[in-house]
T-cell receptor
Framework: DGGITQSPKYLFRKEGQNVTLSCEQN?????MYWYRQDPGQGLRLIYY???????QKGDIAEGYSVSREKKESFPLTVTSAQKNPTAFYLC?????????????????FGPGTRLTVT | DAKTTQPPSMDCAEGRAANLPCNHS???????VYWYRQIHSQGPQYIIH???NNETNEMASLIITEDRKSSTLILPHATLRDTAVYYC?????????????FGDGTTLTVKP
């Protein structure tokens, strides 16, 4: 089945450690995204990538880093510089439908990784 | 991209239609309206999108006003499993990926 996988579902780390969250998609989508969600709040964009080897900062990129070496993978590293890393992290992808149909497009989300840093 | 305004919460009786409003008064002519929902502790799920015509799929209907300044998502026969946070967003398209935002959405509670 096609979809987006994120691993692990729950992650625990000690303060001061870097941690990498995995995101893989087999939908052949061009774009991938990382969002952060805090309790009771909406999603905030961390980074996004619209093509391999290129990515852009979102609204809250400080303390995070990403890479896009392969179309299907977009790992997110939460560095020790991130002041409040405990959160629910969501990865998403979307196709570039404008190249074909000219219509809009939708994002497909993974199940998320809940990171707890103590 | 245009910002959206949604009521923070709504209730709906099971089996009745749920009508979720969204205001996007600053929407531009080439921006689409998208709706997603997020069931507790899961990733958001795409529901429907539209530009200016009303749209319907197996999950819901989307009604966009003629001036495109607001829209309504309609779940025709709400079930308990439709209890979720519903997000309305607008965006131009692929090459403006970083400019659409998910606000706090509307928490829909379907009651028996």
């Amino acid at each position: 089945d096609g979809g987006i996988t994120q691993s692990p579902k729950y992650l625990f780390r000690k303060e001061g450690q870097n941690v990498t969250l995995s995101c893989e998609q087999n939908l052949n989508h061009d774009a991938m995204y990382w969002y952060r969600q805090d309790p009771g709040q909406g999603l905030r964009l961390i980074y996004y990538s619209q093509i391999v080897n290129d990515f852009q900062k979102g609204d809250i990129a400080e303390g995070y880093s990403v890479s896009r070496e392969k179309k299907e993978s977009f790992p997110l590293t939460v560095t020790s510089a991130q002041k409040n890393p405990t959160a629910f992290y969501l990865c998403a992808s979307s196709a570039d439908r404008e190249k074909t149909s000219g219509r809009g497009y939708e994002q497909y989300f993974g199940p998320g990784t809940r990171l707890t840093v103590t | 991209d245009a910002k959206t305004t949604q009521p923070p919460s709504m209730d709906c009786a099971e089996g009745r239609a749920a009508n979720l409003p969204c205001n996007h008064s600053t929407i531009s002519g080439n921006e689409y309206v998208y709706w997603y929902r997020q069931i507790h502790s899961q990733g958001p799920q795409y529901i429907i999108h539209g530009l200016k015509n009303n749209e319907t799929n197996e999950m819901a209907s989307l009604i966009i006003t003629e001036d495109r300044k607001s829209s309504t998502l309609i779940l025709p026969h709400a079930t308990l499993r439709d209890t979720a946070v519903y997000y309305c967003i607008v965006r131009v398209g692929f090459y403006n990926a970083g400019k659409s935002t998910f606000g706090d959405g509307t928490t829909l509670t379907v009651k028996p």
